[in-house]
């Protein structure tokens, strides 16, 4: 069977308008336009002036509905500033009145407490074998960071190395963290006084006790999940030249002077007279038991 060779033998009207809009893909009017544009800017002849108009009328519309929209905007933030400081005027008086009471509530608690520990002191006092249970009592709050001590000791400071010369003052980018005071730090200090025979311990304040923690969350060491800052200061009362020796002699004190010599970790201490230690937080009651009375007669 024959065929007819390719671009041979009749055409139909379909496929010739095919070829004239393939062909003709641009409007006449356009392609001259365009044309006579691309002439114009070649010669360096300017656009007509309607045409510049136009374009700077165009310019004009648009920065027109920009400063509209921002006046818009900065209308609608002004007009919600008056409640958003409200607001805010609100929760500063909540916070204060809150703290206010919080504060009663502490100042009343000391005193009951210390109400509680005068009349305690002065039934035990009345016998021998009360005022040993008494003497054994405050022997255990001391332990226990129960009650506020006082007393000669040993303070230890603890810093972070100062910052390089060209560091960044904000960001803090030329400090090295290995120079900077981490918790397990404070807790090798925190057991060679105890093993040195300290009665009572506090690091900037904070008395510890036998279930006190000290952690490292973010850039924040937590005593007890209260939050204390550089530099540290930790507080020892007990025997000050004994304290001084046996503190010196630990393997942990030898821990942090490497550290302080190899990265510039400030660990300074000193013997003092006296030292002034708060009780610690008051421990959770979890359960009591009522005493049973005993009958006031004998039985027949």
Do not use: C, H, K
Not at 168 to 197: E, I, K, S, T
């Amino acid at each position: 069977m024959s065929t007819a060779p390719r671009g041979g033998g009749p055409r139909s009207m379909g496929a010739s308008l095919l070829d004239q809009v393939l062909a003709e893909t641009l409007d006449p009017a356009y392609e001259q336009a365009a044309r006579a544009r691309a002439e114009r800017a070649a010669a360096g002849v300017p656009e007509p002036p309607r045409r510049r108009r136009a374009g700077q009328v165009a310019v004009a519309l648009t920065l027109a509905f920009a400063g509209l929209l921002a006046g818009v905007t900065y209308n609608e933030a002004a007009a919600g500033e008056p409640a958003r400081a409200e607001i805010r005027a609100a929760l500063v008086d909540d916070i204060m009145a809150a703290t206010e009471t919080t504060d009663r509530l502490a100042a009343d608690l000391e005193q009951l407490r210390a109400d509680v520990a005068a009349a305690r002191a002065e039934a035990l006092a009345a016998s021998a074998v009360g005022q040993r249970a008494l003497d054994a009592l405050e022997a255990a709050e001391v332990a226990a960071a129960a009650t506020a001590v006082e007393g000669p000791g040993l303070l230890v400071t603890l810093a972070d190395a100062e910052p390089d010369a060209d560091s960044d003052p904000v960001g803090g980018g030329g400090v090295d963290p290995r120079g900077q005071v981490r918790d397990g730090d404070l807790q090798l200090v925190v057991n060679a006084l105890w093993a040195a025979g300290a009665e009572a311990v506090a690091i900037n304040g904070q008395r510890l006790g036998p279930t006190t923690a000290i952690r490292f969350a973010g850039e924040a060491v937590l005593v007890d999940f209260r939050p204390v800052t550089n530099p540290y200061l930790v507080s020892a009362i007990g025997d000050p030249a004994t304290l001084r020796s046996d503190f010196l002699a630990s393997p942990e004190v030898a821990s942090l002077a490497v550290i302080s010599q190899s990265f510039g970790l400030r660990f300074e201490f000193a013997q003092e007279d006296e030292l002034t230690l708060p009780a610690g937080s008051p421990p959770e009651l979890r359960s009591a038991t009522p005493l049973a009375e005993e009958p006031a007669g004998g039985g027949g």
